[in-house]
């Protein structure tokens, strides 16, 4: 039995990948690089902000790209569109809270992040948990913000659903023991995510109603 729902942001619920590329921009051009493409950004998302910018600056100037980029990151969520829910994320999570579901986040951003797309977004009360990975023990695809999750809503790995866009998520259910719907609407493929076998696969959230209709 189902009792709560626990969900990625970026790619999942949301659509902050073009602030994200500001912001990564941003940073390359303070530091004498080249500007990357959006798609190339949105590809290497995922392992949290630090590892991001290990990927494009290397781990020698990763600290001042750091020092650069979440200032800059914090003033590019708040600008008005730069965070948009993805198609059928609210419908879900308003169908899920009214059929008395928990409902948590389980991010690899900072927690200052996540709460200012959840705040600008709108969805933030109908959260009942919020984790990320700079308050867990180790990021995702280590399972423990997962079960830290479980364990703030009293219940066992059995209990609860995870459902997120990319394989790194895949891999994080599947450590944890928990079941994962992974939805194709972020930065891994529908084949990069069939290849690692999750519970289910969507195409879109708005199919989520009916796996937890069954």
């Known amino acids: 039995m189902i009792k709560a729902v626990i969900f990625d942001l970026d790619g999942t619920l949301v659509n902050a990948y073009p602030a994200v ?50 200032p800059h990151h914090t003033r590019a ?21 009214g059929k008395g579901y928990k409902l948590a986040i389980a991010s690899n951003r900072p927690t200052k992040f996540t709460r ?9 009360p109908f959260f009942d948990v919020v984790l990320c990975a700079d ?21 066992g790995a059995q209990e609860v659903l995870y459902v997120g866009d ?8 599947h450590r944890a023991g ?6 194709a609407t972020g930065s891994s493929s529908k084949k990069e995510l069939k290849d690692l076998k999750p519970w289910r696969i969507i195409g879109k959230m708005s199919q989520l109603k009916k796996i937890m209709e069954e």
């Open 178 to 183: 928990v079941r994962m719907v992974a939805v």
């Open 116 to 124: 200012i797309i959840l705040k600008v977004s709108g969805v933030l």
């Open 21 to 70: 590329a500001r912001s990564v921009n941003y940073t390359l051009g303070s530091l004498g690089f080249a500007p990357r493409s959006h798609r190339e950004i949105k590809r290497s998302v995922g392992g949290g902000d630090r590892k991001l910018m290990v990927h494009f600056v290397g781990e020698e100037l990763a600290g001042k790209a750091i020092a650069i980029y979440r």
């Open 135 to 155: 308050r867990a023990e180790k990021p995702k695809p280590y399972p423990d913000i997962l079960w830290a999750i479980a364990k703030r809503l009293s219940l």
């Open 166 to 173: 990319m394989t790194i998520d895949v891999n994080c259910a």
């Open 77 to 97: 969520l708040k600008v008005k569109g730069a965070v948009k829910l993805l198609p059928g994320a609210l419908g879900i999570l308003k169908f899920l809270k």
